[in-house]
């Protein structure tokens, strides 16, 4: 199968995985186990650790991008692949959290409560604009079109490294308010 035909194929599964993740993703924030009768205890210690793995997640990030530019493509590579795994992780880990336990509201009041819903929402609304993007990046790399791996990963890079680093920030937001 030509590169061309390969490509055209999997841009079917991630325009088709963009779509489904962010509905399966609002779908599930939506459902709580135990208010469906199920006797599930609440996963409250997830919070600090899907937190933590943004926090992992923007340091392989610019750990990858350092390695690409000292032409270390393996270990780029690698880091790269390593942070959509942890990308998977946290989404999973946050599903699960929002499944078993009641939603935290965020008690901060004046100007740093419009601060949290600004960096909330931009990064809820980053996150599912990313997901074709770091699809579509890895995708390039992998039918090694380095050429346009490298001009979308230009807009991926800095999408995918603020939504790491804003989980973490509203994470920090949010912590003194769970109960």
Known sequence: MSNLA???????????????????VAALFGVNLRELGFDVKPLTFLPPIYATTNGLTAILLIAAVI???????????????T??????AFLLMYIAYHMTSDSTKFG?????????????????VLSVIVIPFVLLTYMKAKLTDFEGHKKIAKKTFP?????????????????????
């Open 108 to 124: 901060g009041e004046g100007v740093i409560k419009y601060v949290y819903y600004f960096i909330l929402i931009s990064h809820i």
């Open 83 to 88: 942070a959509i795994v942890f990308s998977l």
């Open 159 to 179: 999408i995918w490294l603020y939504v790491a680093v804003t989980g973490v920030v509203v994470y920090i937001m949010i912590a003194p308010y769970y109960t």
């Open 67 to 81: 390695a690409i530019k000292k032409g270390n493509r393996k270990l780029h590579e690698q880091l790269n692949t």
């Open 6 to 24: 390969q490509e055209k194929k999997y841009k079917k599964i991630i325009t088709a995985l963009s779509i489904i993740i962010p509905l399966a």
